[in-house]
């Protein structure tokens, strides 16, 4: 059953927060830029305007404007944002955001779909352990390809189209799987690899593996520890909002079609918006533990599996590292392969307009 929810407000707490903000102890910097993680002024400056302009009340307020929502599904409290188009004929879609954003990415694509041609019921759903879905309380607790489509179900809807990226595109494609009678479409911007089961590796996948190394030592760090001691990490970033926001805001800029300068992309507001929900939910370590689950106990992907619904996937030129169609077809249904004009790994905000114009042209897979 669901009941609708509000973000709630805690005076007390935004009280605290803004001494610890006042107490940081910083840390030193040798060079003055983003070569070595988070430039030290840019943090300073981002500190600054969180202690003095910005208002966490005032954005719950606007926040809580949006249809937010939450249900015990599994025995897991889900919260969600459910959008009904009140058109006839509306195609149910599931986003799936990853790590480390949040429903706040789809703040500009919402608007677009619901406006569009088609017409959409949109359904964003939060993964526990993540902002203001239940942690879970041991490990691997909650498998979210089955958590998800019971949500569906509870909500009216049978068959569902389903649109992922980053670790949210691993969960779809797992849903895809688990479900093919309930699955319409798919639309993907990161592609799961399918096990090769011991054959040689085409060169195209070759050339892939080579790119993934090459990130792997260059911006894989995070993952590393995320997948292995993900708890040594949890006590420090719980610990210091500066912390915190040092992970995200390093994440954001790295990973965003920016540029460089990630406020050209984000406002200062926006990111400390999701850095805000992580902090006020204490789920920075949840949501880190993700992958550690993933990576050592959630069941791995077999020779075998396929997803037969039909697939778009977009692949943006500034997102982490980018599959060939080659590799999408070896698992997906692919009639869709986009390589987009621009945008990075959270295209649902720095390409709005392209990301809804891709999804339009998937629910045309299965509506025309």
Same mark, same amino acid.
Request: hydrophobic share 45%; charged share 20%; proline share 7%.
């Given at each position: ?69 939450k249900a015990q599904i599994g025995g897991c409290g889900i919260h969600y944002l459910h959008f009904r188009s009140g058109r006839e004929g509306a195609v149910p879609l599931m986003l799936l955001n990853g790590w480390p954003s949040s429903f706040i ?48 179900? +509870? ?5 569902? /189209?389903? %649109?992922?990226? *980053?670790?949210?595109? =691993?969960? @779809?494609?797992? !849903? ?16 799961a690899p399918k096990p090769r089961g011991g054959r040689a590796p085409t060169q195209a996948e070759s050339d892939y593996d080579a790119r993934v190394a090459v990130w792997q030592r260059d911006e894989g760090g995070y993952q590393a520890l995320q +997948? ?5 990490? /949890?006590? %420090?970033?719980? *610990?210091?909002?500066? =912390?915190? @926001?040092?992970? !995200? ?59 037969? %619904? ?59």
């Open positions: 059953m669901s009941t609708r929810f509000q973000i709630p407000i805690d005076p007390r707490g935004v009280a605290t927060l803004m001494d610890r903000l006042a107490d940081t102890r910083w840390a030193d910097a040798v060079v003055d830029d983003w070569s070595q993680g988070t430039e030290r002024r840019f943090l300073e400056d981002l500190v600054r305007f969180w202690r003095t302009d910005y208002d966490w009340s005032e954005r719950v307020r606007s926040l809580n404007r949006l249809p937010h929502f990415e789809y703040g500009k694509i919402v608007p677009i779909l619901m406006a569009g041609a088609i017409p959409f019921d949109i359904v964003i759903p939060t993964m526990p352990g993540f902002g203001f879905s239940d942690r879970p309380h041991q490990p691997y607790e909650f498998e979210y390809a089955s958590l998800f489509p019971e949500l569906m179900t +509870s909500l009216g809807y049978g068959r569902f /189209a389903v %649109a992922g990226t *980053d670790i949210g595109s =691993g969960t @779809a494609t797992r !849903i895809a799987i688990a479900h093919p009678d309930r699955v319409l479409a798919l639309h993907v911007s990161t592609v +997948s292995s001691r993900p708890q040594t990490l /949890a006590f %420090a970033l719980a *610990d210091s909002p500066v =912390g915190l @926001a040092s992970w !995200i805001v390093e994440k954001f800029r790295a990973w965003s079609d920016c540029d460089g300068d990630v406020l050209s992309v984000w406002p200062t507001e926006t990111l400390l918006d999701t850095i805000m929900i992580y902090w006020t939910t204490n789920t920075i370590g949840s949501s880190i533990r993700y992958y550690f689950d993933a990576a050592r106990l959630r069941p791995p992907l077999r020779v075998s599996d396929y997803v037969s %619904a039909p697939t778009a996937v977009a692949m943006w030129p500034r997102d982490l590292v980018l599959a060939p169609r080659e590799l999408a077809e070896e698992l997906y249904n692919v009639k869709r392969y986009t390589l987009m004009a621009r945008g990075g790994h959270f295209p649902a905000w720095e390409a709005a307009d392209l990301y809804a114009e891709d999804l339009g042209a998937m629910a045309k897979l299965v509506t025309s």
